[in-house]
């Protein structure tokens, strides 16, 4: 990983039929900069999906926003609006899940924001 | 990517193939496929995940409510899926332990004939 590549911001209307898209950019993202294997890749397709449906309820303005960033050793990101605990049943289940396939989760609440951040280490040697 | 629903009948087991994928923008038409299938029949239902690519906690209470609802029907829900990546699904949720799982749709009827009402 070089880790000198710009962050990506992702932004898409807050509705079920976009999160297939940001899980598809995020997991190619991934895999191309951090050099997760295909594994690690699913596994972060499916927390950000998690995260996604979850963020539905409060995003802001109807959209949604998600933004990915390369720190050294790890590929980072970041869900806004996220609830940061489970709200219901369903919720429960989609945080046990994040918290499963990702290497680390924290809520992050930064510029009168609240974030989930998901963090995955990057393999030994990924570009 | 679309979610493919198919239901045939097997020796009077109900059986639901999905194929595609099950997230936050499918997940309601399965709840709704396997609604139309409870209302036509008591039948066990057999759900086959083995054409599933992609499942989320969405479509995991899907199946978990149509589980209750055929429960309460006396009934039962079977699920078939050998996908590393759906099993896991189960087994991080818990959900291994709720869910009769089988390694095919030949196994899953057999077990739900032996366990099932008729139809």
């Known amino acids: ?127 | 990517m679309d979610l493919r629903l198919e239901t045939s009948d097997r020796d009077g087991t109900t059986v639901l193939a999905a194929h595609g994928e099950i997230d936050v923008a499918t997940a309601p038409q399965l709840r709704q496929r396997i609604v139309e299938v409870a209302s036509a029949s008591s039948a066990p239902l057999v759900i086959d995940l083995e054409g599933v690519d992609f499942l989320d906690s969405t479509g995991l209470g899907v199946l978990v409510s149509g589980l209750k609802r055929y429960r309460t029907l006396g009934s039962d829900v079977l699920l078939v899926a050998t996908r590393p990546r759906i099993l896991k699904v189960f087994e991080i949720t818990g959900l291994t332990r709720v869910f009769s799982i089988h390694p095919s749709v030949d196994a899953a009827v057999a077990a739900a004939a032996a366990t099932g009402p008729r139809p």
């Open chain 1, 1 to 127: 990983m070089t880790g000198d590549q710009p962050p990506v911001d992702l932004e898409v209307p807050a509705r079920p039929e976009y999160v297939r898209l940001v899980r598809l950019v995020v997991g190619a993202l991934a895999a191309s900069r951090c050099g997760l294997d295909e594994e690690r890749v699913a596994d972060l397709r499916l927390a950000v999906s998690e995260a996604c449906t979850l963020a539905f309820d409060d995003a802001a303005d109807g959209r949604l926003h998600v933004a990915c960033t390369e720190v050294p050793g790890a590929f980072v990101v970041d869900v806004f609006d996220a609830p940061d605990e489970p709200e219901s049943d369903g919720d429960g289940l989609a945080f046990a899940l994040i918290r499963a396939l990702v290497d680390e989760v924290a809520c992050v609440h930064e510029d009168g924001s609240t974030r989930l951040r998901l963090r995955m280490s990057c393999a030994p040697g990924g570009t």
